[in-house]
């Protein structure tokens, strides 16, 4: 790779707000959707189910592409990848704006999620390669709230847009930033360009590849929807998928030119970094899912306020990112981020104990503020952790791999999330309604004193059961509040499994 001299002053400052605000549409685009698939399904006269597909196609293929990047880039150049990415990435999203039928808006999109890869891994290669050595920690601890954020903003801009626009503006609001980072990247990021290498291109790694991830992907989309293991579909999905990456892992590790660079793995750092970065972005991402749902259906709340409640988690990073990137230069960065374990933990041990009924906005919104310190804490030390080490010839694929996983564990978090909810809500509806027999003096009691007020038999029994559904989705997120809690505690174990990371990458 070329030796690069990091830039200075508003270079610096320029290249930052590029690569952030790429990152962030992209970002931003995987979940904005999200909270519109109902808005878009009922404009293009399809059913939710069918409607779905729109987050399915752009997740498939942006798994597959996340994973080659550092392959395109090592072959055509980082920027030049990163750039065409991105510029790409903003001509299908006016494209999937102004789609007038479900297959034109899925067409779309798969191409969208294919071109958008590279734009999050290359972006993180580039900053830091751009950046002095002495500023890479505060370089990242800006960049990775990018990361961290967006999923929170998605809903928010998701379901104003779908309350008071049309939903295409959901895929127009890339358009100005798309435009933007094109121009002023190919103004100031030429100097960043890495030596491209004419690689042979691995076509059965890709194959492979796209078989087996695309497989896994659509499965974790469609598997809550299709009952799991009881659809073929599904069935046949895992096994394809499993086959697939087996052959991926036996074919990868013996190539010379490798479209993923699994070897990397060798390396513990890394490995732990992305083990402890997937985890915890499983249970961070999955409860990001939950809770607006939660809100929504058991509180009433529309999609815009839903989002304003978790809003306060963008708070607390804004003003202390800069400050843990200091500090980080005088401590073991290890207990940053067990520190940033032990704030999660904290806050869904909180939320696991206060979610009730009658919880008011304040109490929804506390815990996401002072969550705020456990994202402050989190995606700067766990990069530093897993590319600490690599050179700088490396550090593209090391990123593309690392942020695959997490992308990927963002997806298992959502099914395991959706559909433990599911499932425990069941079975809290079925002890709760128990109690409520002929033979329970309290329940006869309730009955009367409903008749009393005018309520039929029939609307009483209703309403009971109104009120027995709202409590089991109560009872079933706060299962899952706590087992989000303990991943992040045993997490912390396996983060000082780590060696003390190198005070660079790169």
Not at 14 to 36: C, E, P, R, Y
Not at 241 to 249: D, E, G, K, P, R
Not at 429 to 449: C, D, F, G, K, R
Not at 466 to 483: K, T
């Amino acid at each position: 790779m070329a030796t690069v001299q990091p830039f200075k002053g508003g270079k610096l400052v320029l290249m930052t707000i590029v690569l952030s605000f790429a990152t962030f549409m992209q970002v931003l685009d995987s979940t904005i959707a999200n909270v519109a698939i109902p808005t878009i399904s009922g404009s293009l006269g399809v059913s939710t189910t069918q409607g779905d597909w729109v987050i399915t196609a752009f997740g498939v293929s942006n798994a597959i592409s996340i994973a080659i990047s550092g392959f395109l880039a090592k072959r055509y150049g980082e920027v030049k990848v990163f750039l065409w990415a991105t510029g790409l990435f903003t001509l299908f999203s006016f494209l999937c704006g102004i789609s007038d039928s479900l297959g034109t808006l899925i067409l779309f999109r798969v191409i969208q999620g294919a071109v958008a890869g590279p734009v999050i891994p290359l972006s993180q290669s580039i900053l830091l390669r751009g950046y002095p050595l002495a500023l890479q920690k505060i370089a990242l601890a800006l960049w990775s709230m990018t990361i961290i954020l967006a999923p929170v903003f998605g809903p928010i801009f998701g379901g104003y847009i779908s309350d008071n626009y049309n939903w295409g503006w959901i895929f127009f609001m890339n358009i100005p930033i798309g435009i933007m980072v094109v121009i002023v990247g190919l103004l100031i990021l030429k100097p960043m360009e890495s030596t491209a290498v004419k690689l042979p291109f691995n076509y059965i790694g890709l194959a492979l590849l796209t078989v087996g991830v695309g497989s896994l992907q659509v499965l974790l989309d469609q598997g809550q929807q299709l009952n799991w293991l009881a659809s073929n579909e599904i069935v046949i999905l895992a096994i394809v998928s499993v086959i697939a990456l087996t052959f991926l892992v036996i074919w990868e590790l013996n190539n010379k030119n490798p479209v993923v660079d699994l070897s990397l793995f060798k390396m513990r750092n890394f490995s732990i970094g992305t083990i402890s970065t997937s985890l915890s972005y499983m249970a961070y991402f999955g409860a990001i899912v939950l809770l607006p749902q939660l809100l929504q259906e058991v509180f009433g709340y529309t999609a815009t306020w839903s989002g304003i409640a978790l809003a306060p988690i963008g708070l607390l990073p804004l003003i202390l990112s800069t400050y843990v990137a200091k500090i980080s230069d005088h401590i073991d960065i290890r207990w940053v981020i067990t520190t940033s374990f032990l704030f999660y933990a904290l806050c869904f041990f909180w939320r696991a104990y206060t979610f009730e009924i009658n919880i008011d906005f304040i109490g929804i919104a506390m815990p996401q503020l002072i969550q705020g310190i456990a994202v402050a804490c989190f995606f700067m030390p766990l990069t530093i952790l897993t590319l600490s080490g690599l050179p700088a010839e490396r550090l593209a694929s090391a990123s593309s791999l690392a942020n695959f996983f997490r992308t990927l564990a963002g997806s298992v978090g959502t099914s395991i999330t959706t559909t433990m909810w599911a499932d425990r809500a069941s079975l809290h509806h079925a002890q709760l309604t128990e109690s409520i027999t002929p033979y329970n003096p309290n329940t006869v009691e309730y009955y009367h004193e409903m008749a009393s007020k005018g309520l039929s038999e029939l609307q009483t029994s209703t309403y009971i059961n109104e009120q027995i559904s709202a409590q089991s989705l109560i009872l079933s997120a706060n299962d899952i509040f706590w087992l989000c809690g303990g991943i992040f505690i045993c997490l912390i174990i396996t983060i000082w499994l780590a060696k003390p990371p190198f005070k660079s990458m790169g």
